[in-house]
């Protein structure tokens, strides 16, 4: 699950990167605004890769899509691409948990083949 969430991570920091360039365009929002939220959305998602698989990591994840969806109040491209992302984050998560199980089922059917083999 930890590498298929962090790479849907580590593209959304991308993706925040680039609407913050774009809502920088918007002469509502001053320079330093637009980027430190997106400093600090992208530094979420970086630290986030490495929190994925603790308690509650998966939940900030969720956090995270809906405050890129919500972003796109300010770029309108990002509620597309915010449902784009909360889709591969669902992807990620359960397809991550489905295969963490079948590696756990295959490490406990070759455990005893290999005490056998001793």
Do not use: N
Not at 27 to 38: A, E, F, H, K, Y
Not at 80 to 96: C, E, I, N, P, Q
């Amino acid at each position: 699950m930890r590498t298929l969430c962090s790479s849907t991570l580590i593209g959304e920091v991308f993706v925040i990167g680039f609407a913050g360039l774009v809502a920088m365009k918007d002469p509502d929002l001053s320079m330093s605004t637009v980027w430190t939220v997106s400093g600090i959305a992208m530094f979420l998602c970086v630290v986030l890769c490495g929190m994925v698989t603790r308690p509650g990591g998966v939940a900030l994840g969720w956090a995270l899509q809906i405050a890129l969806i919500a972003s796109g109040l300010v770029v309108p491209t990002m509620f597309f691409l915010g449902v784009l992302f909360a889709a591969l984050w669902w992807a990620s998560v359960h397809y991550g948990r489905k295969i963490d199980e079948a590696k756990a089922r295959f490490a406990a059917q070759a455990e005893p083949s290999a005490a056998d083999a001793a």
